[in-house]
C-alpha cells in the first residue's frame, strides 16, 4: 500500500554538549553518579540563585553550527519556557526561541534509496537540560533526580526533508557521526545524550502541500528509530485509506509493543508562554570566537571522505567506511603513510583491523607501522595472505615486529624453486589420476594441485612460485 | 560603636512595629557570634544592617514574607550581604515586607502589617516597609531593601528616611529573591544620605554569579559639596500636575528654591510618556514574577499544604495556600499578558513602552541636565486598610517611582518636609552609573532642608 504513498519526516534533536561543567552553573556533568549530588542553588532552582553561562558549551555550540553550515548568529537571545513539572526546578528551562544562536544549514548524508540527499537544518539553539523523574524506583511514588538539571544541550531542528523511516535512521547516523566527528558530544543515546522527537506525515504520491503531523516521542534507542517512524506512517496511512484524517497530536512509542499512543491530552498541549530570560544578556559572539571555533574543527567527514576518493583513489563506499569513524580514517592514513598501499591498507583496515577493534573495545590494536609492515610482506610475497592474517592476530595480542613473528611462526613463503619443486614432485607423484585427466584438457584441476602443494608446504609454499613450477612439470613430462 | 547586645536591644525595643521578622533570642544568638567573627579592618565594622526578608541570609531564614517559604533557610547568602560581612557589618535579623516584595504598604505580608513608626494607624509604605521603619525607629543605621517598583524609595519617603535604588546592574542580584528580573535592584536606607551612601558603596560592584551586574569598581563615595555651582536640575513637568497635593507641592518648592540658593539651575523639562509608566510596570512586572514564581511548588523546599495528593492536587493547595492574593493576582495577570496571542498586545507593547520611558530620560539627560528632582510619592503615607480593597489606587503610589526601574536609571528619596507630622519625600534620579552625582547633590539638599518641619 506504501508505493502510492510518501512520507514526510523531520528530526528534532536533543545533544548533550561534552563539557565539564553545566551550562549556567559549575556543578560536574559526568553521567552515572549518585541522585542529587551534582547540584547547587542554580541547578537547583533555588530562591535568589541566576545563571551565569558557560563560554565553553557555547564553543561547542557554535562548533556544531559550524559543522552543519549554519549561520551563526553575532547576536542571539536566552528565552524562558515555561511549564510546570517536579523535575523542573524553577519552572522554566532556559532555552532559545525567536532568536536562537544559529539558523540555515544543511546535511547532506547517504539514503537507502535515493543517494546523496542533502537536509535542511532549520535552526540550532542552546539550551539546559532538565532533570530527570523516576518513577520505577519507590511504590507510588515518583522520585526526582536533579542531576541532569541545567546540563547544556542544543537542539537541532532538521526540515521536513526525510522521506522514509530508512531515510531518517540514515540522517541521525551521519549527524551522529558528525558530531561525534567534531567531539562535541558523545552521542549516546542509552545514556541520553542524543535524544530524538519525530515530526510525521503521509501524503499521495505527487502531492506537494504538507499535510497534518504528528510528533514521535520516546524514541530512546537508535534501533527504535525506524521501527517507531514505519509504525507511525503505517498508522497514518491506513487511517487515511479508512477515510479518517490525521489530527495533530504527538504520540509516544512503545518498544515493547512496538507500537505508537497518543500521548494524553492533560500531558500535552502546553502554552509554554516564552519570553527574553531577564537573567541574562543577549549572546553577543565576537567574529574571533566563531573564528577560534571554526579553526578547532577538524576535517568534517564529508570532506575526509572526498579527500580519501581523490587522494587514495579508494572507491566512495570504502572511503566512507573509512572515514566513518575519525580515529580510524586517522588510522588509515597513518597506515598508508607508513608506506602501505593505500588500497591494501583499505582493506586490512575495513576487514581484520575493524573485526578486531570490534572485539577489543574499539582499540585498534596492531600500530600503523606494523600493519604496514604486514602489508609490504603480502606484496612482496613473504606471506600468503592466510598466513599474514595469523600475523595480524598475533601483533595484535602480543605485539611485536611481524617479520619476527612471522618466522617465529615458520610462516614465510617459500620462494626457493628448488624447494618448491621438491614439493610439486611429491604431490604429482601421489596424485597420477588427476594428472591424466590435466593432460587431457581438464585444466581447472591447477588450482586443485596448487593446493596441494600448499598442503603439503603447510602454507608455506609461494601460492604463484608453485603455480609455474606445476605449469611447466605438467607440460614438460 | 555598638556590641551586640546594644544592637539587640533596640531592635527589640522596636518590636510593636513589627518590622522585623527575626525572633529576639535567634537574633541576639546571631550578633553575639557576628560580633566576635566580624573584621574590625572593614569599613562598616560594627554597624548593624537590618536586611529585607527577600535577600537570602545565611543566618536567618529568608521567607519573603510568604506561607510558602515559612522556615526557609538559604543553603548561601547573597553576594550584596556577603560584601556587607566582609565589611565588617552584623546582620541585624531580617524585616517584614510585602509578599515577594509586591506592594506598596507592608500589608501583603504574611505575617503581619508592619505599623508606622509615627502612627500606628498608618502603613510605612513597601514594599520594603520593615527595613524603613527601623531605621525611621532608630533601631539601626541603615537596611537593605529591595526595588522593582519604587519599594525603598516609597517606604522611605513615607517613614522620612533616606532610600537608594541603583542604576540596573551596580548591585548584585546574586541572592536576591527574583520578583522582576529586569527591574529588581537591592537598595539602602540610611538615616542619612552618608549612612545610605556608605552601605550601596560597599554592596555595589561586580559579581561573577550575575550576568547583569556590570563589570565596575564599586562606588566610590563622593565629599560633602560646598555648593551645587554647575548642577542642572531639571523638574520634569509630569511630575507636577495641577492636582498634585498643595502640601507636597509646597515642600518640592521650598527644596527646589534652596538648591538653587545652593548654585544650582533649575529648567522645567518634559518626560511625555511618563502616564504610560504604571501601566507599562503592572504588565512587565507581572510577566517576569509570573515564571519568577514558579519554582515554588513545594517540591523541593517550602510546607506542603495537603497531604497525599496527584501532581495537580499538590501544585493547587501548595500555590493556592502559600500565596497571598496579591501574589495570586500578579501571578495570574503576568500568565495572561505572556499566553499565546495575548503577547504581542501586552508584553511586546509593553517592552517597546518602556524603551519611549527610558528615551525621555535621554533626552532630557543629552539637553545638560544632570538631574531630576520630582516628589517621591503624591501623598504621605495612608492608612491602613485605605487601599486593601482597591489595588489600582495602592498601584498608583508608585507613580512617581516606577520610572527609574523601567529606565534602569539610579534615583533616591530624601525627606524634605511634613505634613500634618507625616514626613514628605523628594526625589533626585540621576544618569545610569553616576550615582556619585546624585548623592553630591543629596548631600548639598539635606545639609539646608527643614527635614522636619511642615511643608
Redesign the interface.
Known amino acids: 500500500m506504501s508505493s502510492s504513498w510518501e512520507t514526510i519526516i523531520g528530526l528534532e534533536t536533543h545533544v548533550q554538549l561534552r563539557t565539564k561543567s553545566k551550562m549556567f552553573c559549575g556543578c560536574a556533568t559526568a553521567f552515572g553518579a549518585p541522585p542529587n549530588t551534582q547540584v547547587c ?1 542554580v541547578c ?10 558557560n563560554g565553553a558549551a557555547i564553543g561547542l555550540a557554535v562548533r556544531a553550527a559550524l559543522a552543519l553550515g549554519c549561520t551563526v548568529h553575532p547576536k542571539s537571545v536566552f528565552a ?1 519556557k ?1 511549564y ?1 513539572y ?1 523535575d523542573l ?4 528551562q532556559i532555552s532559545q526561541f525567536d532568536q536562537p544562536l544559529a539558523t540555515n544549514g544543511t546535511l547532506s548524508f547517504l539514503a537507502p534509496e535515493r543517494g546523496i540527499v542533502t537536509a535542511g537544518v532549520v535552526r540550532l539553539h542552546l539550551e539546559e537540560d532538565a532533570g530527570k523523574s523516576i518513577h520505577d524506583r519507590f511504590p507510588k511514588a515518583t522520585a ?1 533526580d536533579l542531576n541532569r538539571s541545567g546540563v547544556p544541550l542544543i537542539e537541532i531542528v532538521g526540515g521536513p526533508d526525510l522521506r522514509s523511516p530508512a531515510e531518517a535512521r540514515a540522517y541521525l547516523q551521519t549527524l551522529k557521526q558528525l558530531l561525534e566527528y567534531i567531539g562535541i558530544s558523545d552521542c549516546d543515546m542509552e545514556k541520553g545524550s542524543l535524544r530524538v522527537d519525530a515530526n510525521v506525515s503521509v501524503r499521495r504520491a505527487g502531492e506537494t502541500a504538507l499535510n497534518t503531523r504528528t510528533e514521535v516521542k520516546n524514541i530512546n534507542s537508535f534501533a527504535f528509530v525506524e521501527k517507531a517512524l514505519t509504525v507511525e506512517r503505517d498508522r497514518q496511512i491506513a487511517l487515511i485509506e479508512s477515510g479518517g484524517a490525521v489530527t495533530q497530536q504527538t504520540m509516544l512509542y512503545d518498544s515493547k509493543e512496538n507500537a505508537v499512543r497518543p500521548q494524553r491530552s492533560k500531558e500535552e498541549s502546553h ?1 509554554y ?3 527574553p530570560e ?4 543577549p549572546l553577543v559572539l565576537t567574529p574571533e570566537f566563531v573564528a577560534e571555533q571554526q579553526s578547532a574543527l577538524p576535517e568534517l567527514p564529508a570532506a575526509k571522505r572526498d579527500r580519501f576518493v581523490a587522494t587514495y583513489a579508494l572507491s566512495r563506499e570504502h572511503a566512507t567506511v573509512v572515514t566513518s569513524n575519525r580515529a580510524v580514517a586517522d588510522y588509515y592514513e597513518n597506515v598508508v603513510r607508513a608506506g602501505a598501499e593505500p588500497q591494501a591498507a583499505a582493506n586490512w583496515v575495513m576487514t581484520e583491523a575493524l573485526a578486531d577493534a570490534k572485539d577489543h573495545q574499539e582499540q585498534l590494536r596492531v600500530a600503523p607501522g606494523a600493519l604496514a609492515q604486514i602489508v609490504a610482506l603480502v606484496k612482496g610475497g613473504t606471506l600468503s595472505h592466510q598466513a599474514a592474517k595469523k600475523v595480524f592476530g598475533e601483533v595484535a595480542a602480543k605485539g611485536g615486529e611481524p617479520r619476527t613473528i612471522a618466522e617465529a611462526l615458520g610462516l614465510i613463503q617459500v620462494a626457493d624453486s628448488n624447494v618448491v619443486a621438491g614439493w610439486v614432485t611429491d604431490v604429482l607423484g601421489a596424485h597420477a589420476s588427476e594428472v591424466g585427466r590435466y593432460k587431457s584438457g581438464e585444466t581447472k584441476l591447477m588450482a586443485f594441485f596448487v593446493g596441494q602443494v600448499m598442503r603439503a608446504s603447510k602454507g608455506k609454499a609461494d601460492p604463484k612460485l608453485a603455480q609455474r613450477v606445476l605449469e611447466e612439470k605438467l607440460t614438460a613430462s | 560603636m555598638s556590641d551586640a547586645k546594644a544592637v539587640a536591644d533596640r531592635l527589640v525595643k522596636a518590636k510593636r512595629l513589627n518590622a522585623l521578622l527575626t525572633p529576639p533570642k535567634d537574633l541576639r544568638k546571631s550578633l553575639a557570634i557576628q560580633e566576635a567573627a566580624a573584621r574590625p579592618t572593614g569599613v562598616l565594622y560594627g554597624m548593624p544592617v537590618a536586611v529585607k526578608d ?3 541570609t545565611l543566618e536567618f531564614t ?1 521567607t ?1 514574607g510568604s506561607r510558602i ?1 515559612e522556615g ?1 533557610r ?3 547568602e ?1 553576594t550584596a550581604v556577603a560584601k556587607l560581612k566582609t565589611a565588617g557589618a552584623l546582620i541585624a535579623g531580617k524585616t517584614n515586607c510585602d509578599e515577594f516584595a509586591m506592594g506598596s504598604s507592608t500589608e501583603h505580608s504574611a505575617y503581619g502589617r508592619v505599623l508606622h513608626p509615627l502612627d500606628k494607624a498608618r502603613v510605612p509604605g513597601g514594599s520594603s516597609g520593615g527595613s524603613a521603619a527601623l531605621v525611621a525607629a532608630g533601631a539601626v543605621p541603615a537596611a537593605l531593601g529591595s526595588e522593582t517598583g519604587g519599594s525603598v524609595r516609597q517606604p522611605a519617603a513615607f517613614c522620612g528616611v533616606v532610600g537608594i535604588k541603583p542604576t540596573y546592574g551596580r548591585v548584585s ?6 520578583f ?3 527591574l529588581d535592584q537591592i537598595g539602602v536606607f540610611g538615616r542619612s544620605v552618608h549612612d545610605a551612601a556608605r552601605v550601596l558603596s560597599v554592596i555595589s560592584g561586580r559579581d ?5 551586574c556590570e563589570d565596575r569598581d564599586p562606588l566610590r563615595l563622593p565629599t560633602v559639596p560646598e555648593s551645587l555651582q554647575g548642577f542642572v536640575i531639571g523638574l520634569p513637568k509630569e511630575y507636577f500636575p495641577p492636582e498634585l497635593d498643595p502640601a507636597v507641592r509646597r515642600a518640592c518648592d521650598r527644596a527646589v528654591r534652596l538648591m538653587k540658593e545652593l548654585g544650582a539651575a533649575v529648567r522645567e523639562v518634559s518626560l511625555p510618556h511618563t502616564p504610560y509608566a504604571v501601566p507599562t510596570y503592572y504588565v512587565i512586572a507581572p ?2 514574577a ?2 519568577n ?3 515554588y ?1 513545594c ?3 517550602g510546607p506542603r499544604f495537603d497531604g497525599r495528593v496527584d ?1 495537580r492536587g499538590l ?1 493547587r493547595s501548595t500555590r493556592g495556600q502559600g500565596f497571598g492574593p496579591e501574589v495570586r493576582r500578579r501571578i495570574l495577570v503576568g ?1 495572561y499578558v ?3 496571542g495575548y ?1 504581542d498586545a501586552y ?1 511586546k507593547r509593553a517592552q517597546q513602552m518602556r524603551a519611549l520611558i527610558a528615551q525621555d530620560f535621554r533626552n532630557a539627560f543629552d539637553r545638560g541636565v544632570d538631574l531630576l528632582f520630582t516628589p517621591t510619592v503624591p501623598s504621605p503615607a495612608f492608612k491602613a486598610g485605605e487601599k486593601l480593597s482597591d489595588p489600582i489606587a495602592m498601584y498608583m503610589s508608585d507613580i512617581f517611582t516606577v520610572t527609574a526601574n523601567l529606565a534602569g536609571l539610579p534615583a533616591m528619596s530624601l525627606p524634605i518636609g511634613r505634613i500634618k507630622g507625616l514626613p514628605l519625600g523628594g526625589q533626585l534620579v540621576g544618569q545610569a552609573f553616576l550615582e556619585d552625582e546624585m548623592i553630591e547633590a543629596a548631600y548639598a539638599l539635606e545639609r539646608v532642608v527643614p527635614a522636619t518641619d511642615e511643608a
Open positions: 542553588p537547583l532552582g533555588l530562591p535568589g540563585a541566576l545563571p551565569m553561562p524562558r515555561n510546570f517536579p526546578p524553577k519552572g522554566y526526582v502554552d508562554r516564552y519570553f531577564p537573567d541574562l544578556p | 527577600n535577600i537570602c529568608t519573603c517559604l526557609y538559604s543553603p548561601y547573597a542580584r546574586y541572592g536576591l529573591v527574583a522582576g528580573s529586569s561573577p554569579r550575575d550576568s547583569t510577566a517576569e509570573s515564571s514564581l514558579a519554582r511548588d517540591v523541593r523546599y501532581l501544585y500568565t505572556l499566553s499565546a503577547y508584553y
